[in-house]
């Protein structure tokens, strides 16, 4: 799983098993490709050249760091216990985004809000199944959750006195779309919230064509002073601002861009991810258009991060000397396993994009007994080894096989990466990989 690629000026091979990224000179780096199979001429160098590449490769092969051989020890695909739950806090909305995965925020059926008898015992359900598990995770989503901000704002001082009570501590995060931001809201996230979302898709008339309010007026006059404001009392607590493109924006780098130059210096734009005949969905045939804006986007951003411009991009950042271990690596994000979501009604479900598929129901929050642990154990025992399309992938240990629900949703297999998101993977870590050694040059001798 030797990747071999290049970052402006730099030669790089990246072990997917090790995960060690080395730099090297030109001669190293077409003998690498020409080890992978790859098209690489070699006339171009000296034999002294050559031989020199052979005994560099061959020392950080026989150190471990290039064409590792992969060992994995034994791992349980039980679903244990429970670290994380995503409280649906509303089942409404106050915008009608034509994208939206939950049908404008009722998830195709009834508008309602999640009472806080509901939240109380979605807190309890989640302290009593967290085992010997003491940092605990609640997401605040919806719909829009500002619609329901009575509720939350109760079940944060219920959830922390419960804390306390059982020696645990509670990490909370909301998503917002902005329209109720106002300065009582905004100090209580500020107080309470480890991270806040905010959700602005770019340039104005990216953002309004597709995140109209209920009323069919554009929104974007509405939300981005609010969230300027939001981000300015925010200060350096963790917040980022998250955009979606769609086949109608592929200069997707223009709106991350403009998110930059508007003030914010967390950002992520994601891909939607639709069915095919929608007319937003993102289509195989974009993918040349896409891999080449994040190239585009790539350059500016080294550029920009040496000025007063500098700024986060959530799949351009890396961690190659600690992140998750090995378990998290092969697993993903623990959808069905240690990360659920609740219903208004209390149901539970593997995660948000489950919600009311009453295929996928696991039971409810006030029946905590009747959990159906089947269900669990089919999400636990999905990972890297049961995806055959998995296994030879150089980024396999960054995106953990990618999301089960778009694997179901869209390949009719929790086993079946969707391919589309795949390609996409694969560029943005190779980018990051790069931007990390370009950041880190003295490390690498360079």
């Not at 080890?35 to 590449?53: I, N, T, V």
């Not at 029946?367 to 399309?389: C, G, H, Q, V, Y």
Request: glycine share 8%.
């Amino acid at each position: 799983m030797v990747h071999a690629f290049r970052f402006e000026d730099l030669f790089l091979l990246y072990d997917g098993v090790s995960g060690s990224l080395n730099a090297c000179d030109e001669a190293a780096f077409a003998l690498a490709r020409k080890k992978l199979g790859e098209d690489a001429d070699l006339s171009a160098f000296s034999p002294a050249q050559l031989a020199e590449a052979e005994s560099d490769l061959a020392a950080l092969e026989a150190d471990g760091t290039l064409f590792a051989r992969e060992e994995l020890p034994p791992f349980s695909t039980h679903a244990g216990a429970v670290k994380a739950l995503c409280l649906h806090i509303s089942h409404d909305c106050n915008l009608c985004c034509e994208y939206c995965f939950a049908g404008g925020g009722d998830y195709h059926g009834e508008r309602g809000h999640m009472s806080f008898e509901t939240a109380r015992a979605a807190v309890d359900f989640l302290i009593a199944r967290s085992g010997g598990i003491s940092n605990l995770e609640m997401d605040f989503f919806g719909g829009e959750p500002l619609m329901n901000f009575g509720v939350v704002r109760q079940t944060v001082a219920y959830a922390k006195r419960r804390a306390k009570e059982a020696g645990k501590h509670f990490k909370f995060t909301l998503t917002t779309n902005g329209l109720l931001l106002d300065d009582e809201i905004t100090d209580f996230l500020n107080e309470e919230m480890d991270n806040v979302v905010l959700s602005l898709d770019g340039r104005p008339e990216v953002h309004n064509r597709v995140r109209k309010t209920r009323n069919g007026k554009d929104s974007f006059d509405l939300i981005a002073e609010k969230f300027l404001a939001f981000r300015k009392k925010r200060g350096d607590k963790s917040y980022y601002v998250r955009g979606t493109f769609t086949a109608e924006n592929l200069d997707f780098s223009r709106d991350v861009l403009f998110l930059n130059d508007l003030g914010f210096d967390q950002i992520s734009v994601e891909p939607v991810v639709l069915p095919p005949e929608h007319r937003l969905a993102i289509k195989r045939e974009h993918l040349p258009r896409i891999l080449a804006e994040y190239e585009t986007l790539a350059k500016e951003y080294v550029r920009r991060r040496q000025t007063d411009k500098w700024f986060n991009f959530f799949h351009f950042m890396i961690d190659l000397k600690g992140g998750p271990c090995l378990s998290k690596r092969l697993t993903g994000c623990g959808a069905g396993g240690s990360y659920l979501s609740v219903t208004p009604s209390g149901k539970i479900y593997p995660c948000h994009q489950f919600a009311e598929e009453q295929d996928y129901c696991l039971g409810s929050v006030f029946r905590p007994e009747d959990l159906r642990e089947d269900i669990r154990e089919t999400f636990a025992a999905s990972n890297l080894l049961t995806k055959p399309s998995c296994r030879e992938c150089f980024a396999k240990y960054h995106c953990s096989g990618g999301c089960s629900a778009n694997s179901v949703h869209l390949c009719g297999d929790i086993n079946k990466p969707y391919e589309i998101s795949c390609e996409m993977m694969k560029k943005r870590t190779e980018l990051a990989l790069g931007i990390y050694a370009f950041e880190h040059r003295a490390e690498f001798g360079l």
